[in-house]
């Protein structure tokens, strides 16, 4: 498939190229000014169908062509990128093509002749930087993987491969960014020659007189070099100069979720609830105050009898956060009855899907569920077969940020949890009380605000993108080969300690934080690292008691199904058991990097579990499985059994 298309899409402009290697667009309108500035992009196409999107043709590709008349035969750049859902052109057809920012139309095959019969429909859509700033960007020079670096004030998108009668907007229509602007075509079409898929490039000029020229041999023309720029590069780490707080500003819907039935009300944890979720508009105020948020607030609240009613939407979405904490102080419904979770999960997802909708320029909302007990209300939360992790497939745009609340480590509601935020891209905060519970929300809404010097250099502004979007493994990458190029910068410090504090790596945050306090002995803030520093080292004691527990209750897990051998064979069980071994060898391989732990007993230990959890895995949907499982159970028991111990002897030996 992407020889094929690569033989196809990198030569997409050149269908009507003259013999001088040009092609002149009819009608395109440069001049035209955009209403509304862009300041961020996202990509061009959406997952949907529990698929994602796979480039299946790179930018800077060589591709040999010899098929196409009026180019010279020769070595072709790929000067955009090909997307297709799921790698598939079957799956790709008739899917949405979306503006990848705010911006104004100024070329569209719905308004003006199509230079490039066959090959579907062009839209061109051109974006302005915010007034006084520019776009930082990386030029394409001739060879895959060589840029260069330059700023402009102007960016032009192009979407190509579009089905003509399906192109919605006309030149010079202002579009926002995340708008549907035109779908794929189908493949019964015999119209188009390319099998259905999305070529995007971004230009920084407008390329109306000379089309994607090519010398003899094969290479760009100089002359078009520098506007070229590489999409997966620019998308993913977007930079405009003198707008930082444009690029830290959230604007993220968020639900909160608040169970309120009976068993909310033991040892007042319902009162401990309410005050964390104070806690959270508190946290929000202060991100408003220093405009890092303009967020919608909405309170639901679920618990009671077995119906849509008592799943009740307590405050609509507001941005009035004063009457967010009224509600979270006076109108929070005394605990009772059932937990009817898997109601108020389709519920808040059906209101938080209609709230999205007609805003294609948000990126995500949250649910934030905060339960202290297991569904006891309609079907399964997770799919039989599912422990507890899921793949990101069903919650589009929707991210569930879930809070155990005094739920025991492994246990079904702690699994329904973990479940609803894997399957979202979001995270599970296990706590134990409202202490544990206030940092949970003070972690959920925090905005990690690297340093920079004032001529940051692009290694700097490349980790510090990914810490303002939250790509924080990327950080962690980019400022760790940083510190070990420049070992006396303190920022360099700095910006991997939050990078490592926000993917929840607390010990190597410590550790570098305290580096930072040496470097910068006369830094302002060191007030406020220390005091970071001590809230870390207390989560990371939280977290690898937490981890412990949950050790022990894969443990007992393990025993419970051993012992099932010897009774009446239960069919749902043993699915649950499948999608365990399934998902733990992973988790073992990661134990010591997951605890921080630099041990390579503990690390052989959790490695010798995994393997034997992942023959397990290969073995359990055999026939024979049950007959052999009581000798192949022996083993995984054992290993864990000693992983348990060498884990709390060295939590007792490090955590003093």
């Given at each position: 498939?992407?020889?094929?298309?690569?033989?196809?899409?990198?030569?997409?402009?050149?269908?009507?190229?003259?013999?001088?290697?040009?092609?002149?667009?009819?009608?395109?309108?440069?001049?035209?000014?955009?209403?509304?500035?862009?300041?961020?992009?996202?990509?061009?196409?959406?997952?949907?169908?529990?698929?994602?999107?796979?480039?299946?043709?790179?930018?800077?590709?060589?591709?040999?062509?010899?098929?196409?008349?009026?180019?010279?035969?020769?070595?072709?750049?790929?000067?955009?990128?090909?997307?297709?859902?799921?790698?598939?052109?079957?799956?790709?057809?008739?899917?949405?093509?979306?503006?990848?920012?705010?911006?104004?139309?100024?070329?569209?095959?719905?308004?003006?002749?199509?230079?490039?019969?066959?090959?579907?429909?062009?839209?061109?859509?051109?974006?302005?930087?915010?007034?006084?700033?520019?776009?930082?960007?990386?030029?394409?020079?001739?060879?895959?993987?060589?840029?260069?670096?330059?700023?402009?004030?102007?960016?032009?998108?192009?979407?190509?491969?579009?089905?003509?009668?399906?192109?919605?907007?006309?030149?010079?229509?202002?579009?926002?960014?995340?708008?549907?602007?035109?779908?794929?075509?189908?493949?019964?079409?015999?119209?188009?020659?390319?099998?259905?898929?999305?070529?995007?490039?971004?230009?920084?000029?407008?390329?109306?007189?000379?089309?994607?020229?090519?010398?003899?041999?094969?290479?760009?023309?100089?002359?078009?070099?520098?506007?070229?720029?590489?999409?997966?590069?620019?998308?993913?780490?977007?930079?405009?100069?003198?707008?930082?707080?444009?690029?830290?500003?959230?604007?993220?819907?968020?639900?909160?979720?608040?169970?309120?039935?009976?068993?909310?009300?033991?040892?007042?944890?319902?009162?401990?609830?309410?005050?964390?979720?104070?806690?959270?508009?508190?946290?929000?105020?202060?991100?408003?105050?220093?405009?890092?948020?303009?967020?919608?607030?909405?309170?639901?609240?679920?618990?009671?009898?077995?119906?849509?009613?008592?799943?009740?939407?307590?405050?609509?979405?507001?941005?009035?956060?004063?009457?967010?904490?009224?509600?979270?102080?006076?109108?929070?419904?005394?605990?009772?009855?059932?937990?009817?979770?898997?109601?108020?999960?389709?519920?808040?997802?059906?209101?938080?899907?209609?709230?999205?909708?007609?805003?294609?320029?948000?990126?995500?909302?949250?649910?934030?569920v905060l339960s202290d007990g297991e569904n006891t209300c309609g079907e399964q939360i997770r799919p039989r077969g599912v422990y507890s992790q899921g793949s990101r497939i069903i919650y589009q745009k929707i991210r569930f940020l879930t809070i155990g609340f005094d739920v025991s480590a492994g246990s079904q509601a702690e699994r329904d949890l973990q479940y609803l935020s894997s399957v979202s891209g979001g995270r599970y905060f296990p706590a134990a009380n409202q202490k544990q519970l206030s940092r949970s929300f003070e972690k959920l809404f925090r905005v990690y605000q690297p340093k920079a010097p004032a001529n940051a250099n692009a290694d700097f502004e490349r980790g510090n993108q990914a810490i303002r979007s939250r790509n924080f493994e990327t950080a962690i990458v980019v400022w760790s080969e940083y510190v070990k190029a420049n070992p006396a910068d303190a920022l360099g410090f700095y910006n991997l300690a939050l990078a490592c504090e926000a993917a929840g790596f607390y010990k190597r945050a410590v550790e570098n934080y305290k580096i930072y306090l040496i470097l910068a002995a006369d830094a302002s803030d060191l007030a406020d690292v220390r005091l970071r520093i001590a809230k870390l080292e207390e989560d990371y004691r939280v977290q690898v008691t937490y981890y412990l527990n949950l050790l022990r209750s894969d443990l007992e897990y393990l025993k419970a199904y051993y012992k099932r051998l010897f009774e009446v064979k239960n069919n749902e069980r043993a699915a649950e058991f499948a999608g365990f071994v399934a998902e733990k060898g992973s988790f073992y391989r990661n134990l010591a990097k997951i605890l921080e732990i630099r041990s390579s007993r503990i690390e052989r230990n959790a490695n010798d579990l995994a393997d034997s959890l992942d023959y397990l895995n290969r073995r359990v949907a055999s026939p024979s499985f049950d007959r052999d499982a009581v000798s192949l159970l022996t083993m995984p028991i054992d290993y864990l059994e000693q992983l348990i111990k060498r884990v709390e002897e060295h939590n007792t030996q490090n955590l003093k």
């Open positions: 498939m992407k020889n094929l298309i690569g033989s196809f899409c990198i030569i997409v402009f050149f269908a009507v190229v003259s013999i001088h290697g040009q092609t002149k667009l009819s009608g395109i309108r440069c001049d035209l000014e955009p209403v509304r500035r862009a300041e961020s992009f996202k990509m061009p196409v959406l997952p949907t169908g529990g698929k994602s999107w796979q480039v299946t043709n790179d930018f800077g590709n060589q591709v040999t062509n010899k098929d196409v008349p009026g180019l010279p035969a020769g070595v072709w750049q790929h000067t955009g990128v090909d997307y297709l859902l799921g790698g598939s052109s079957a799956a790709s057809q008739n899917q949405p093509v979306y503006a990848a920012a705010n911006g104004i139309v100024i070329f569209s095959t719905k308004s003006n002749t199509n230079p490039l019969p066959g090959r579907g429909g062009l839209v061109i859509i051109r974006h302005l930087a915010p007034r006084g700033s520019k776009f930082v960007a990386a030029a394409y020079n001739g060879r895959a993987g060589n840029y260069e670096k330059f700023q402009t004030e102007e960016i032009y998108t192009y979407y190509l491969h579009l089905d003509e009668d399906k192109i919605l907007v006309k030149t010079g229509d202002n579009v926002d960014g995340g708008a549907q602007i035109a779908s794929l075509y189908d493949s019964k079409n015999k119209k188009y020659v390319y099998v259905p898929h999305l070529h995007f490039e971004i230009w920084s000029v407008c390329s109306g007189a000379e089309l994607n020229g090519y010398e003899p041999d094969g290479t760009l023309k100089k002359s078009l070099k520098k506007p070229i720029i590489d999409p997966i590069s620019f998308l993913s780490n977007v930079k405009i100069t003198g707008s930082a707080e444009n690029a830290e500003t959230a604007e993220i819907p968020t639900m909160f979720l608040l169970d309120v039935s009976g068993s909310m009300e033991d040892n007042d944890k319902i009162t401990q609830a309410k005050n964390s979720g104070l806690d959270a508009i508190g946290e929000m105020q202060e991100n408003r105050r220093r405009g890092r948020d303009n967020s919608n607030v909405s309170i639901w609240t679920f618990g009671g009898e077995c119906n849509s009613r008592d799943v009740r939407e307590i405050l609509p979405f507001t941005k009035n956060l004063t009457q967010a904490e009224t509600t979270f102080r006076l109108r929070i419904p005394k605990p009772s009855g059932l937990t009817p979770l898997y109601t108020a999960i389709n519920l808040t997802v059906e209101r938080m899907s209609n709230y999205l909708a007609p805003r294609p320029d948000l990126p995500e909302g949250w649910i934030i």
